[in-house]
């Protein structure tokens, strides 16, 4: 869940550019959703894949017989997806509510008060009378 939130909070500009644009709240929550899924079936796959390979490490060391039933690589899967489609849900739903005009100018966390105003953007330039390189800009 919290992968899927600083995804959404990072690319908010991008949903509202989307929505701009003409897709719809609906299509933002799919986009979310099937992320979520992909993102959850695939670490599912990684630890299905380091299941089998450390019980066979463990057969071969060890000695002792291992089996690996499909039912329980089917049931780990599935659970992947239930997590993935639980836990993305919540910020796929904040993605699609977003106001297209606002999350295009600004993202999330950015509040009139946090944006530097121009006196203090001047400020930045100049300390002490002197000049002063600001993002490799010179003023």
Sequence with gaps: MNIML????ERTREIGIRMA???KSRHVLAQFLLEAVTLSLVGGAIGVALGIGVSRLVAK???WPVSVDPTSIAIAFGFSAVIGIFFGFYPARKAAALDPIEASGRRIGDTPSSVPT??????LFFRNGREV???GLRK
């Design 21 to 23: 644009i003409g897709a």
């Design 133 to 135: 390189v600001c993002h």
């Design 61 to 63: 060391f060890a000695g």
């Design 6 to 9: 600083v995804s959404v909070t």
């Design 118 to 123: 121009l006196i203090e953007q001047e400020q």
